[in-house]
């Protein structure tokens, strides 16, 4: 009796043992029925094949004879590509890739003699290619948050075979964008500009959006991080002394800028961005010599010639204004007060006229109607109005 119960229960255990393996034999059956099915265009046929194929490799992967067996989780990696790539599986299965991919990785690491090291990592390679496609489909369709999905997993992909996807970062960024995920866009811009594609864009974006979000402490770390790559860029440094300028963090700006001048002294950008932090700072002698300097380096440069113009016009209003306060007996007093706001005045002029004559702008002529007016130029005035009426 006892040796009858003992190979009875031999047989038991060999069933148990058998019926674990069959598993793993059954579920591939089941996805080269799938295969079939699918290159028949039999596509109920083919879900319902690789959901047995799924079901009967899960209970392959949890038990302890068939768990540890490299070929277990290379059928499961196939198994899930394929799930992947249906469309109306996604509901049922939405992480299809991500159990593709760890599946593949797991067979290799079980994989000790790395014989099907080149096969997994040609089918993790097709996952990756697959992903990629899905991204720049949703992203042509305008399922901007979808592509961002595919594009998140393509990269997932390539890290884990030790490769970088610079493409899908910067698509997935472009994609953010356009779908105003502003978080994923600079998560996405931050991305691409580290591994050093598009970088000097890719920073730059994630720095305005930053800004944008009032997030004006992280926005500076990142213009500082840019920086240090790429010191000479002149878009860099505008975006990170706009950070400046919108968080009135002007104190903080000066040293920066007066740095940057330093280091790029024939640079007319550097000495602008000097003098908008000066202005700022109520510096304006300062900032009336750092405009000169850049001008001095480059005659045609806008944003200086319009900056000084303005300065020159904002001191003369103050002048004309503290002129209006001395009391009306004290009249030579007043005549010299005005001479020297309207002295001063006359400096905007051609800073003026060489800002339009770079930048032809109606607010430009506004400005200097105004001038020509205050200092009693009438010739230029109607020139000026005619200009303005013509337009």
Not at 113 to 139: C, I, M, P, W
Not at 229 to 257: F, G, H, R, T
Not at 345 to 362: C, G
Request: charged share 30%.
């Amino acid at each position: 009796m006892k040796r009858i119960l003992f190979t009875t229960s031999l047989f038991l255990f060999a069933l148990i043992v058998y019926g674990q393996g069959s598993k793993v034999n059954t579920a591939y059956a089941n996805y080269n029925h799938a295969t079939q099915d699918l290159a028949n265009n039999e596509l109920d046929k083919a879900i319902e094949s690789l959901k047995e194929a799924a079901a009967n490799i899960e209970a392959a992967t949890t038990h302890e004879k068939t768990m540890g067996n490299t070929k277990t989780w290379r059928y499961r990696g196939n198994i899930y590509s394929i799930i992947a790539g249906i469309e109306s599986m996604n509901a049922e299965y939405p992480d299809a890739v991500l159990i593709a991919m760890d599946s593949y990785l797991k067979a290799n690491e079980l994989d000790a003699k790395g014989r099907y090291k080149d096969e997994v990592n040609q089918s993790l390679k097709g996952l990756h290619d697959a992903e990629f496609n899905n991204g720049n489909t949703a992203f042509g369709e305008e399922k901007f948050a979808e592509a961002i999905s595919h594009y998140r997993k393509s990269i997932d992909i390539f890290e884990a075979l030790e490769l970088v996807d610079s493409v899908a970062y910067y698509n997935g960024a472009l994609a953010a964008d356009n779908g105003d995920l502003i978080d994923d866009a600079v998560e996405f811009y931050l991305g691409s500009a580290r591994i050093d594609y598009q970088a000097k864009y890719c920073y730059n974006r994630a720095i305005v959006h930053l800004k944008n979000q009032e997030k004006y402490e992280e926005a500076i770390i990142v213009a500082k991080e840019a920086r240090e790559i790429y010191p000479e860029d002149k878009d860099l440094i505008i975006s990170q002394l706009n950070v400046y300028l919108v968080a009135d963090m002007y104190i903080e700006a000066e040293k920066d800028m007066e740095n940057a001048a330093a280091e790029k002294p024939e640079d007319p950008t550097m000495w602008f961005a000097l003098g908008v932090v000066k202005d700022n700072l109520n510096k304006s002698d300062e900032a009336e010599s750092a405009y000169l300097t850049s001008l001095e380096k480059d005659p045609e440069y806008f944003n200086s010639n319009m900056n000084l113009a303005i300065l020159y016009f904002s001191r003369a209003s103050k002048m004309i204004e503290e002129a209006n306060e001395i009391p009306a007996k004290e009249f030579d007093k007043y005549n010299a007060a005005v001479e020297l706001a309207k002295k001063e005045l006359s400096k905007a002029i051609p800073y003026f006229e060489k800002a339009y004559e770079i930048n032809p702008n109606k607010d430009i002529l506004m400005d200097l109607k105004e001038a020509y007016g205050q200092l009693g130029d009438t010739e230029n005035y109607k020139r000026v109005k005619e200009i303005i009426e013509s337009d």
